[in-house]
């Protein structure tokens, strides 16, 4: 199945001395948590990252999420942060919400950190960035 991995788990006891053994067996199935994507448009110099989060909908308490804007892969060209928002899946629905959330991150230099308290399912954050017009034609 996409978005998971099973793990094979085998343990052997003896007794010492004698022959007698036991085998225990046991599947361990891991899903996948996170996923990223990115878009860029070039007419509009918009990029919109989304980070789907908590794929199996566990109970997680506070969630940090930690996303680096660096400048463009040559180095010159920043990302300026417009916005973000998150977005929480609807069990019932089996789609995400159209209610949008904004969430103001914590900066440090390039990093944008997100802190979403009280985590007891799925969710997205969408974050938006722009960059400026690349002059060195």
């Not at 899903?31 to 110099?45: E, I, L």
């Not at 308490?61 to 929480?88: C, H, M, W």
Request: net charge positive; charged share 25%.
């Amino acid at each position: 199945m996409i978005g998971q991995r099973r793990y094979s788990n085998n343990v052997e006891t003896s007794k010492y001395g004698t022959r007698k053994y036991w085998n225990a067996y046991a599947g361990v199935v891991v899903r996948k948590q996170v996923k990223k994507t990115g878009a860029y448009d070039a007419n509009t110099r918009h990029i919109s990252r989304t980070i789907d989060f908590n794929y199996p909908g566990i109970i997680l308490s506070d969630v940090t999420v930690s996303d680096e804007l660096t400048k463009d892969n040559q180095g010159r060209i920043p990302q300026k942060f417009k916005k973000a928002y998150i977005q929480y899946y609807d069990n019932t629905s089996s789609k995400f919400s159209d209610t949008k959330t904004e969430i103001t991150p914590v900066v440090s230099g390039d990093n944008h950190t997100f802190t979403i308290p009280n985590v007891t399912g799925r969710f997205k954050i969408i974050i938006e960035t722009e960059i400026e017009p690349d002059n060195c034609v």
